[in-house]
């Protein structure tokens, strides 16, 4: 008798947990930003600089009616949007709608791109926020933000880390939290 009650447990639980995976995979759509906390090393110098808990983005794309994540970490790639939900400190996401509308996210000519350690533009690799400032501002005619020096930011004690990674502090950057004030 046990042995039937655990199991039809375990069935209810896969079940409620089957529903709100689906219901919360529909209340995402295709060109939402989503912001997370990163659990990367770098994460706590963003959160930092930024002053935002926020140190993470990424854009919901779909292909092939599964929705993904395409963001710029270690290289930029497509990541399953429950996966990259998991994957965040403590599950917890950020989203943000741009346009009510559909939209249709291009996202093919920056799979594959390096990660940009040095926060800049235009030079064929990405970090997350500059992937999205581009996507918004090229695709859908959207400028996000304006992308600020990285003065501008509160990096007192980070000087080392900024000149090792060969970044100049009147470089323009936009972080995750740049994003959010659209």
């Not at 995976?21 to 959160?47: A, C, H, M, T």
């Not at 429950?82 to 989203?95: A, H, M, Q, S, T």
Request: net charge positive.
């Amino acid at each position: 008798m046990k042995k039937k009650l655990a199991i039809l447990f375990l069935l209810l639980a896969v079940a409620v947990g089957g529903a709100y995976y689906v219901r919360q995979q529909k209340s995402y759509k295709e060109g939402d930003i989503l912001f997370q906390v990163s659990k990367s090393g770098q994460s706590p110098l963003i959160q930092k600089a930024t002053g935002s808990k926020w140190s993470h983005c990424g854009v919901v794309v779909e292909k092939e009616k599964q929705l993904y994540v395409l963001e710029a970490s270690k290289k930029v790639k497509l990541t399953p949007l429950k996966e990259w939900i998991k994957r965040g400190k403590d599950g917890k996401v950020k989203k943000m709608r741009v346009k009510k509308e559909p939209v249709k996210i291009k996202y093919k000519k920056y799979l594959g791109k390096p990660y940009d350690l040095a926060f800049q533009f235009d030079n064929g690799k990405w970090y997350c926020s500059e992937l999205i400032y581009d996507i918004y501002k090229t695709q859908l005619g959207i400028e996000l933000c304006k992308p600020r020096k990285i003065r501008e930011y509160r990096i007192e004690g980070m000087e080392d880390v900024l000149k090792k990674r060969g970044m100049d502090l009147d470089q323009r950057v936009v972080a995750p939290c740049d994003l959010l004030n659209y």
